[in-house]
Each structure stands twice: as C-alpha cells, then as structure tokens.
T-cell receptor, first 113, second 112 residues
Framework: SAVISQKPSRDICQRGTSLTIQCQVD?????MFWYRQQPGQSLTLIAT?????????ESGFVIDKFPISRPNLTFSTLTVSNMSPEDSSIYLC??????????FGPGTRLLVL | DAKTTQPTSMDCAEGRAANLPCNHS???????VYWYRQIHSQGPQYIIH???NNETNEMASLIITEDRKSSTLILPHATLRDTAVYYC?????????????FGQGTTLQVKP
C-alpha cells in the first residue's frame, strides 16, 4: 500500500487569500487525485493530477480556482485561490498504486473566515 | 452520480458480524466493486474489492451475487473502532481514469 501525507493538516485563512496544499506519496504511483469533502457531505472529485501536464478537472471545477501541479510521480500540490467561506472543506489527496488500488491521505481541514 | 445504492445507516452490536449491503444493478462486466470506509475526521481507508468471486482479507469479506447486481461487505466481529461511514463504489478495471465516485455511504454504528 501507499502511505500519503498532506501539509498542512489544517489551516484557518482569510477570504481573498490563497492556500497551497502539498501531497507526498512514499512510493511511485500511477495516478494522483484531489477530492473535496464539504461539511457533512461525501467526497467530490476535483481533478486528476497529471505528471508534467495540466490537470484534468471535473465538471464544476476550474484551473483558475484550483490550480494543480504534479512535478513528479510522488508529489502534487493543490492551490485553493481567492478563497471564500464556501471553500471551507476537507481537501483530500489520493494516489493509485500499480495494483490499481487507490489510497487516501489524511486530509487538510480548511476554514475560511 | 454514484452507481450504487446503500442504506443510510445501520447498527451492529459489538462482537457480532456486520453485514453491509450494496445494490449496483447497472454494473458493467468490466467494473469492480470497491469498499472504503471513513472513520470520523480521517481520510477514506481501502477495505476490499472484487469482480465476481467472493473475496476475503484480514479486514473483511466481500460477497458478490452471481448476477453481480448486489454485494455485501461482512465485518466478521465488529468492534467499536469499526464505527464509520462505509462506501461501496463501482469502477472499471484497468481504468485509465481511476476515478472513484463516492455516494453517501452507510453510517455503521457499532454499539457496546
């Protein structure tokens, strides 16, 4: 299995600012993903982080709001830009191993005031 | 939209088997059934997956009906630490997209 870490684990931010979340995997993986979990809700896929190219975004999510990078096979970042209180959520990174099982990080808890 | 239907909540007595059902009547021939759980304030945890044969690992057993339209996750001896939201997800095997589409899941409450 892959062990995934995220930084920061939580943050409180002011509206209008941006936060970059880091995701590190302890082994090489094929695919990496970013999810959002709003309070009391299930997980929603934001995008697939592609190594060396632009991320693939799901309907309702755009690159200007959630820029994503994946410079190598084990690391990715998600930026939440120009934040508003509606962006208060848990943001989760996941990675797919070569056995096609997907593992999740512990999440980043974001509160926007 | 999620392609599975699960009960919203279930209770189970500690030490007893927890049987969590999932309906996936529109499953395609190349789609696997995956189970994850999310304990409060943690990231989802992979439990088990299968295609058509029953599967067992150290955490649970997965029973898939012969027509593959439904499945049951079995936790053989539930403990208080098994209290969580359990998600049943169908996903194509050898998927180039790797997407996991989460529904609302089943909240399992294990009681003393």
């Amino acid at each position: 299995s892959a062990v995934i870490s995220q930084k920061p684990s939580r943050d409180i931010c002011q509206r209008g600012t941006s936060l970059t979340i880091q995701c590190q995997v302890d082994s090489q993986v094929t695919m990496m993903f970013w999810y959002r979990q709003q309070p009391g809700q299930s997980l929603t896929l934001i995008a697939t982080a592609n190594q060396g190219s632009e991320a693939t975004y799901e309907s309702g999510f755009v690159i200007d709001k959630f820029p994503i990078s994946r410079p190598n096979l084990t690391f990715s970042t998600l930026t939440v830009s120009n934040m508003s209180p509606e962006d208060s959520s848990i943001y989760l990174c996941s990675a797919q191993s070569f056995t096609e099982t997907q593992y999740f990080g512990p999440g980043t808890r974001l509160l926007v005031l | 939209d999620a392609k599975t239907t699960q009960p919203t909540s279930m209770d189970c007595a500690e030490g007893r088997a927890a049987n969590l059902p999932c309906n996936h009547s529109t499953i395609s021939g190349n789609e696997y059934v995956y189970w994850y759980r999310q304990i409060h304030s943690q990231g989802p945890q992979y439990i088990i997956h299968g295609l058509k044969n029953n599967e067992t690992n150290e955490m649970a057993s997965l029973i898939i009906t012969e027509d593959r339209k439904s499945s049951t996750l079995i936790l053989p001896h539930a403990t208080l630490r098994d209290t969580a939201v359990y998600y049943c997800i169908v996903r194509p095997g050898s998927s180039n997209t790797g997407k996991l589409i989460f529904g609302q899941g089943t909240t399992l409450q294990v009681k003393p």
